[in-house]
């Protein structure tokens, strides 16, 4: 009788330790998956910036994960370590990423938006829709740079944008109230956030507004390197992590 507890009990314990250390190894895979994972959201405070996490994933050119609807070219699949790349695999040219965008902006029933401008970075490319009649920003979207997919860009645009963005129309401040901020305060606290934090580079003078924030180019000696984008309420500042190198662009101030 003796025996047969103590089998039991040995039972026990080892059951105990099998579900303890499933349990840890759960929470470790668990934190290991969210590590890359994308920022929670801004940081409060003028002084301080919350870059967004999201890697390459699986495209080639650096879209994010939710991907977007097709523009150019159908998505093709990735491309292993020993294979040649075909001429369908070739990278849309920036003038194919711009007929992209207009495509994605006429598909989604945006017949007031145009195309402000079109920036090549090294992992994706970067347009402005903005409103035809009272010329402010609308979207910030990316396109894939090998199937031309389209998509809204993470980050200020999805989270702080009061009239396209994820809250939808008008929910925040009435879909473009009166800011708080202005277009040179704007680029006053680009530039202290920079000085504090990217001391090598300079707010463009230019501001891209939109509803709820402004988007500005970073400089680096003179030249475009990235962008942040500013809250137009309390300051905040959002630096862009995922685009890579700046390449070129067409419209914007070049088309000035």
Same mark, same amino acid.
């Given at each position: 009788m003796k025996t047969v507890l103590w089998i039991g009990l040995g039972l026990v314990v080892v059951m105990a330790l099998v579900v303890a250390g499933l349990g840890a190894g759960w929470?470790?895979?668990?934190?290991?998956?969210w590590a890359g994972g994308p920022a929670a959201g801004p940081v409060a405070g003028p002084a301080?910036?919350?870059?967004? +996490?999201?890697?390459? @994933?699986? @495209?080639? @050119?650096?879209?994010?994960?939710? +991907?977007?609807?097709?523009?150019a070219r159908p998505e093709s699949p990735p491309i292993g370590e020993d294979e040649v790349p075909s001429e369908e695999d070739a990278e849309l040219s920036i003038e194919e990423a711009h007929e992209a965008v207009e495509q994605y902006l006429r598909s989604r029933g945006y017949a007031d938006l145009e195309v402000a401008e079109v920036m090549a970075f090294?992992?994706? $490319? $970067?347009?402005?829709?903005?409103?035809?009649?009272?010329g402010v920003g609308a979207m910030e979207l990316l396109v894939d740079r090998q199937s031309g997919a389209v998509g809204p860009e993470m980050g200020p645009n999805m989270m702080w944008n009061e009239r396209y963005g994820m809250h939808g129309r008008g929910m925040m401040r009435g879909g473009g109230g009166a800011s708080a901020i202005g277009p040179d305060q704007a680029v006053e606290i680009a530039q202290r956030w920079l000085d504090a934090n990217r001391p090598s580079l300079s707010a463009d003078e230019h501001a891209d507004r939109f509803y709820g924030y402004y988007t500005i180019h970073t400089l680096e000696d003179g030249e475009i390197e990235g962008m942040l984008s500013v809250h137009d309420g309390t300051g905040q500042v959002w630096y862009h992590t995922w685009h890579g190198?700046?390449?070129?662009?067409i419209g914007g101030e070049e088309a000035h």
């Open positions: 929470a470790l895979w668990g934190r290991q998956l301080y910036a919350q870059g967004c +996490g999201w890697g390459r @994933s699986g @495209s080639r @050119s650096g879209m994010p994960w939710w +991907g977007g609807e097709s523009g090294e992992h994706n $490319y $970067y347009a402005i829709a903005r409103e035809h009649e009272t190198d700046f390449l070129g662009m």
